[in-house]
């Protein structure tokens, strides 16, 4: 291999025709070199003889730095985040379309709303695929938070649905409902006079 250390210094065709014949293992490169020299030949010839001159690297190492099943799962992961972006861009286009066609309010309102949401999904997409880009690995799972409504929150909406209950007129358990909203009232007291430091 020394040979072919002193050949990458002068780089003379012929020379390293006959080292890749002695060193060089594909019969396919073999007659290539042999024929007519180009352009073409001698940059593979430089790059075949520069491989024999680096060390091998066991297959036990190469598996070590970045397994091929993690890379197919990424590229899995990939296009169906690219499917989705692109689907996500249709529904949003469907639905700006179904807003200016649309005159009446409550159906603008439900569609506006509707936008909005693919329009959150259409980031998370983005994000997703600019981390998958930069980093060549999906990105970490994170876990959700669970959003819990303050009881004195609760309280009001329990206390609002308790107060229209009582409204209707046929009402078959209205002594059950009575009881509840006084419990619910007499909870919410509780909790201003914890607030206010009473």
């Not at 025709?17 to 290539?32: H, I, N």
């Not at 070199?33 to 180009?38: D, E, K, L, Q, V």
């Not at 036990?60 to 397994?67: H, L, W, Y």
């Not at 981390?131 to 329990?158: C, F, N, W």
């Amino acid at each position: 291999m020394q040979d072919i250390h002193l050949w990458l210094e002068n780089q003379d065709y012929a020379t390293g025709v006959a080292l890749y014949e002695k060193y060089g293992t594909s019969q396919f490169l073999k007659e290539l070199f042999a024929g007519r020299p180009s352009d073409y030949t001698r940059n593979k010839l430089f790059e075949e003889l520069t491989k024999l001159t680096a060390p091998a690297v066991r297959p036990a190492e190469r598996t070590a730095k970045r397994p091929e099943q993690t890379t197919v799962n990424t590229n899995k992961q990939y296009l169906k985040l690219c499917r989705d972006r692109d689907q996500t861009y249709r529904q949003i286009d469907r639905n700006m379309y179904q807003l200016d066609t649309c005159r009446t309010k409550p159906a603008r309102h439900e569609i506006a709303k509707q936008i909005l949401r693919l329009q959150r999904s259409k980031q998370r997409i983005l994000a997703e695929i600019d981390y998958i880009d930069e980093h060549g690995q999906p990105m970490p799972a994170v876990a959700e938070k669970s959003i819990k409504t303050p009881e004195m929150q609760r309280l009001y909406v329990q206390i609002c649905k308790a107060e229209r209950r009582l409204q209707k007129t046929e009402l078959r358990n209205r002594a059950k409902t009575e009881q509840l909203l006084a419990k619910k009232r007499a909870r919410l007291e509780e909790l201003r006079r914890e607030r206010s430091g009473i």
